[in-house]
C-alpha cells in the first residue's frame, strides 16, 4: 500500500495484522481522488488547502493521500490500537506531523472541533454507522457547509436516504455520484445547511432566512 500522488507519491504505508482494518485498496484512492480532482462539483481547490478529517482512519490512506495532494490539515479518528500504531508510524513516514492530528477517539462521539471542508468516511461495513458517524460530527461542528462527504460501505448496503437531516446538516439529494469497486461502494455527497426541529438552520439562520437572534419579529 503507497501513496499514489503528490509530495509523498511512492510512499509505503504500514497496515496493521489481521482484518480489524480494512485499509482502502491503492486503485481504489486513485479513482476516489481522480473523481474528486476532475469532477464538475469538485476540483483541485476542493483537496488543495482544505480542511480535511478521516473518520475510522485506520491506516491513514484517505488523510494522507489528500495531505500529499495539497490539503492544509487533516484530522485523524481512529480507536483501535494496532491501527493508531500504523496511523502514527505513516504520518511520521510522511513527515506529516505538522499536519496531521490523530484523535483516538468514538468518532461517533466526537469532541467539538473545527468545521472541515472534506470529509472521508470509511468505517466497518453493515453496521449503520455512516448515519450515526455524521449525525455526531454535524452536532459537535466538525462539518463546513458545502462540504464533501465521501462514505465507503459495502456495495450491497443502503446509502443514507435522500435528505437525511443529519443534526442540522442535509445530504444534499442525490448523491453527486457513486460508483462501485468490487465489494465496495464509494458514494460522494455535498453537507448543506438544513433546517432543524427549531425552524434554525445550521447557519444560524430562521427558515425565513434571516438571523436567529432570539427577538421578536
Same mark, same amino acid.
Given at each position: 500500500?503507497?501513496?499514489?500522488?503528490?509530495?509523498?507519491?511512492?510512499?509505503?504505508?504500514?497496515?496493521?495484522?489481521?482484518?480489524?482494518?480494512?485499509?482502502?485498496?491503492?486503485?481504489?484512492?486513485?479513482? !476516489?481522488?481522480?473523481?474528486?480532482?476532475?469532477?464538475?462539483?469538485?476540483?483541485?481547490?476542493?483537496?488543495?488547502?482544505?480542511?480535511?478529517?478521516? &473518520?475510522?482512519?485506520?491506516?491513514?490512506?484517505?488523510?494522507?493521500?489528500?495531505?500529499?495532494?495539497?490539503?492544509?490539515?487533516?484530522?485523524?479518528?481512529?480507536?483501535?490500537?494496532?491501527?493508531?500504531?500504523?496511523?502514527?508510524?505513516?504520518?511520521?513516514?510522511?513527515?506529516?506531523?505538522?499536519?496531521?492530528?490523530?484523535?483516538?477517539?468514538?468518532?461517533?462521539?466526537?469532541?467539538p472541533g473545527p468545521a472541515c471542508d472534506l470529509l472521508f468516511?470509511?468505517?466497518?461495513?453493515?453496521?449503520?454507522?455512516?448515519?450515526?458517524?455524521?449525525?455526531?460530527?454535524?452536532?459537535?461542528?466538525?462539518?463546513?457547509?458545502?462540504?464533501?462527504?465521501?462514505?465507503?460501505?459495502?456495495?450491497?448496503?443502503?446509502?443514507?436516504?435522500?435528505?437525511?437531516? !443529519?443534526?442540522?446538516?442535509?445530504? &444534499?439529494?442525490?448523491?453527486?455520484?457513486?460508483?462501485?469497486?468490487?465489494?465496495?461502494? !464509494?458514494?460522494?455527497?455535498?453537507?448543506?445547511?438544513?433546517?432543524? &426541529?427549531?425552524?434554525?438552520?445550521?447557519?444560524?439562520?430562521?427558515?425565513?432566512?434571516?438571523?436567529?437572534?432570539?427577538?421578536?419579529?
Amino acid at each position: 500500500m503507497r501513496i499514489v500522488a503528490g509530495t509523498w507519491r511512492g510512499r509505503a504505508l504500514t497496515a496493521p495484522p489481521g482484518r480489524t482494518t480494512r485499509p482502502t485498496a491503492d486503485r481504489v484512492r486513485q479513482a !476516489l481522488f481522480d473523481m474528486l480532482l476532475h469532477a464538475p462539483w469538485a476540483g483541485r481547490d476542493r483537496i488543495a488547502g482544505a480542511r480535511v478529517l478521516d &473518520a475510522f482512519a485506520g491506516t491513514g490512506a484517505l488523510g494522507l493521500e489528500a495531505l500529499s495532494r495539497g490539503a492544509a490539515r487533516c484530522v485523524f479518528f481512529e480507536t483501535d490500537r494496532a491501527a493508531l500504531a500504523a496511523l502514527r508510524a505513516n504520518i511520521a513516514a510522511c513527515g506529516a506531523g505538522d499536519a496531521a492530528l490523530v484523535r483516538p477517539a468514538d468518532v461517533t462521539r466526537p469532541p467539538p472541533g473545527p468545521a472541515c471542508d472534506l470529509l472521508f468516511l470509511d468505517p466497518p461495513y453493515g453496521k449503520g454507522l455512516p448515519a450515526r458517524a455524521l449525525a455526531a460530527l454535524g452536532a459537535a461542528g466538525w462539518i463546513a457547509p458545502g462540504a464533501l462527504v465521501v462514505v465507503e460501505t459495502a456495495a450491497d448496503e443502503a446509502l443514507p436516504e435522500d435528505g437525511s437531516l !443529519l443534526s442540522g446538516f442535509l445530504l &444534499a439529494a442525490p448523491p453527486l455520484a457513486e460508483r462501485r469497486h468490487g465489494a465496495a461502494r !464509494l458514494s460522494v455527497w455535498r453537507a448543506a445547511p438544513g433546517q432543524t &426541529a427549531t425552524g434554525q438552520t445550521a447557519t444560524g439562520q430562521t427558515a425565513t432566512g434571516r438571523a436567529a437572534t432570539g427577538m421578536p419579529e
